[in-house]
């Protein structure tokens, strides 16, 4: 998805951790947020590069989901490893990058981040209830790529 505005991008990391943490505390699922710090101007294609590099691509029931973001070329991308797509189909990621967008255009950078991160959480917690994911380390930090 791509989004307009000129204002500079300011994001609260620590908001953002906590959702994190609060997502993945009601699921065996895993959220990231990667911050990128060149220019993606195909970002679903770079969230599928970045993907398998990342923890949440071993996850035993396949439902880690990545929040893909391009400041530098305004692009951004989330997607759900195949456990997660199954439950949820096309609609919800076209809704979900919506809203997200939404936020973006008002310069709402950290909001629309933590819009995305609180809704793909439920959508975790709904179909993959905590308990089985023993183990694995929590993804409660926003990371930059370059």
């Known amino acids: ?4 505005f000129s204002s500079p991008i300011d994001l609260d990391h620590a908001r953002v951790t906590a959702a994190i943490v609060a997502a993945e505390a ?3 699922g895993r959220v990231r947020v ?11 294609a770079a969230a599928q590069a970045h993907f398998p590099k990342l923890s949440i691509a071993t996850l035993p029931q396949r439902n880690g989901v990545l929040i893909f973001v391009s400041p530098r070329s305004r692009t951004f991308a989330i997607i759900g490893d195949r456990g997660v797509h199954e439950q949820c189909g096309e609609a919800f ?6 809203a997200m967008t939404g ?8 909001d629309g981040l933590v819009h ?6 439920a959508l975790l917690a709904a179909h993959f209830p905590p308990g089985s ?14």
């Open 93 to 98: 990621w076209t809704e979900l990058a919506a």
């Open 26 to 28: 009601q699921t065996s």
């Open 34 to 44: 990667l911050v990128a710090r060149h220019r993606a101007p195909r970002p679903i």
């Open 116 to 121: 995305g991160i609180e809704r793909a959480g």
């Open 133 to 146: 994911d023993a183990g694995l380390p929590p993804t409660d930090a926003v990371e930059d790529v370059d």
């Open 1 to 4: 998805m791509r989004w307009l």
């Open 103 to 110: 936020y973006f255009k008002q310069g709402r950078f950290t």
